[in-house]
């Protein structure tokens, strides 16, 4: 998506940053209204840009910034119709600059109500999962690693630590560790009930293939996660969120997770142990191969560090 930027400056700033952004080509629409700002006080810029060259907007907003205190905004825009700049509208690239990146991974896996909730209800139809056979079993770790989003608060660390955005990695760790924690007990607490009702028993979960898949992976299983990390990773750096599922569905991070809670419930530390161990490579992928990806957009496409 192309993007709308509107950026508020002190008066004695303007003209500094409008003589840069009418050099960009990526610059389709560029507006100004002056003293119009109330909170912050200032003009306001107004800025159409193509992805291309969004990155390169932020860049002179953050040299404009030795001037004067500055806010910034950005914005999906639907569509540019600008037959004067048709074939660079048509060329235009699928990058999601630092700034947005890091505000969608902190609203996804900010400690929230919200947030907990999810990953308690994720784990609890997980954990109901580890007991089922064929489809009904496929359906409940498909359902519970979309619905607890355990890969955001993940997916913080490679960003925060090949940016050194300390911030952003200590956010991440407090959201993985709560999120997490919640989750395996909700495990716990639903194997205990199905337990307790005599709709399973301890036996079924030692012998269900799946848990046995996920207790002693193979190279293979690897293999898919660190596509999945990877994919997943790539997904957040290209701006397509909305297809994030699949990798959530390839890495057994929230299955796992309930399994953990669900081995400590059955008396079962052993198994629990190797699921955590499964859990912990399934993230350890998603931060080795996530760092190595965004220094890689930091080298060949950004070329900037955040402006927070």
């Not at 990155?55 to 914005?75: M, N, W, Y």
């Not at 909305?242 to 959530?248: H, R, S």
């Not at 190797?274 to 190595?292: K, W």
Request: net charge negative; with cysteine; aromatic share 4%.
């Amino acid at each position: 998506m192309h993007r709308t930027i509107e950026i508020t400056v002190p008066p004695a700033t303007t003209d500094t940053i409008l003589g840069e952004l009418e050099k960009m080509d990526g610059v389709v629409g560029l507006a100004v209204h002056r003293g119009s700002s109330i909170l912050p006080p200032g003009d306001v810029v107004i800025v159409h840009a193509l992805n291309r060259d969004t990155d390169d907007v932020l860049a002179a907003v953050e040299r404009a910034r030795k001037l004067g205190p500055i806010s910034v905004v950005t914005a999906e825009v639907a569509s540019i119709i600008d037959p004067d700049h048709r074939e660079l509208v048509d060329s235009d690239v699928d990058e999601a600059v630092w700034e947005e990146a890091e505000t969608g991974l902190r609203h996804q896996g900010r400690v929230t109500a919200n947030f907990l909730t999810l990953m308690a209800l994720g784990g609890a139809i997980g954990a109901t999962g580890l007991v089922l056979e064929s489809s009904a079993q496929a359906i409940s770790f498909v359902a519970a690693s979309i619905i607890a989003p355990g890969f955001e608060p993940i997916a913080k660390l490679p960003l925060g630590l090949t940016l050194r955005n300390w911030r952003v990695v200590k956010r991440g760790l407090y959201s993985v560790g709560a999120g997490y924690l919640v989750l395996m007990l909700a495990a716990a607490a639903m194997f205990a009930l199905l337990r307790l009702t005599g709709t399973s028993t301890i036996k079924e979960l030692l012998e269900n293939e799946e848990v046995h898949k996920i207790a002693h992976p193979t190279l293979i299983e690897y293999a898919v996660s660190a596509c999945a990390a990877a994919a997943g990773v790539t997904m957040i750096m290209a701006y397509r969120r909305t297809v994030i599922a699949g990798p959530l569905l390839a890495l057994v991070l929230i299955p796992a997770a309930a399994l953990v809670g669900a081995g400590i419930a059955a008396g079962e530390p052993g198994l629990a142990l190797n699921a955590l161990q499964r859990l912990i490579v399934d993230a350890m992928l998603i931060v080795v191969l996530g760092a190595i990806i965004v220094a890689l957009k930091q080298r060949t496409v950004h070329h900037r560090k955040p402006m927070v």
